[in-house]
């Protein structure tokens, strides 16, 4: 009997680690000819072509999508888990964003922000294609919240099914064309980038900021998860410490998967332990698992704002709370595949300034998608909270209907 081998597939995470440094490392081998890196650095400009033209395409097939599914639910309790999802996200955010921008001074300081931008001056792709989205960020912006509110509206007129069933199917051929092409592609892609920033030097003033970073975001992410917890606790009469130990299998599941949704079955097994009513959690967990984004807005902001004081670009309040507002929403379509929340908050990088398909773009996915794990592991722990909180409502909903259907009958 002959033993078959079965060939072993690195994740993703460890192909970007891998791409990581051996663009570091192969950045400092000065013997190899410059024109050598430009066919990796042309290879990425080409790839970031094809980014820049599928981000439109993105914005419109998931953001219709997110709105029309999300205006669709039982009533109160959609109303309640939208509005409690989307303050958790937003909250996490401005934390994240106020502790980022007093304490990353702290080790981004003068000396490392003027070698970044002395040493920025990159190598130029052989050549590049002119391949021209067919609508800008904005347009896309602007046609995707207008349709998707107006499919939502036709729908609750009991019409709309085509034109929903239409983008639909259109959002899950971006799902396939992101799990097919650009996120296998991500590794030479960051591979290219990375030659590009250790051949001008830039890569080691960027990598001794940003482990600090990750260390601070991690921070935040477990201290918001149990203040959550503590709160969901206090409101239900329910022990924090022990809802927080009912929920290490889901933390560690999503760990491993870097996906909300692959988590959602073990999500649910933890909400059971935590006395959540079955009806609850069948319909809180799995809507929360798209639409409560606290770990990865957490990540998002704190990389951002990172970026931001090292190049010496604006980082007001004013700016980053429209940032943050507009990544609450737009993340909720977020494909449930590793780096979704990323690749969902691209196009609205201009916002702050921020190419989505140049060098800091580039750089923002590669950081984020290293450390996709734990946002995601931070995002289905918080799904479990809010349930938590809404089953009570729910439970004194019913007290209080049974309360005035007893007066009603007396």
Known sequence: MVAKLKKAHMGLVPKLILAIILGILVGQLTFIPEVIFQIFIT?????????????????????????????????KLLGINLLLAYSSTLIGGFIAYFVSSNLFPLFIDASITENVQEEIAALEPLFTIPLEPLLDVTSAIVFAFLFGVFISWLRSEGRGEIMYGFFTEFSEIITKILNTLIIPLLPFYIFGNFINLSYTGTVFSILSVFWRVFIVVLGMQLLLVSLMFVIAGLYARKSPLTMLKNQIPGYLTALGTQSSAATIPVNLECAKKNGVSEEIRDFVIPLSATIHLLGSIVTVTSCVTAVLLMFDMPHGFGMMAGFIATLGIAMVAAPGAPGGAIMSALPFMPIVGIDPTGTLGNLLITLYITQDSFGTAANVSGDNALAVIIDKFYAKQIVKANANVKKETV
């Open 43 to 75: 290879a990425s400009s080409l790839f970031s072509s094809l980014l820049s033209f599928i981000i439109p395409l993105m914005i419109i097939g998931y953001v219709i999508k997110g709105i029309s599914d999300l205006t669709q639910g039982a009533g």
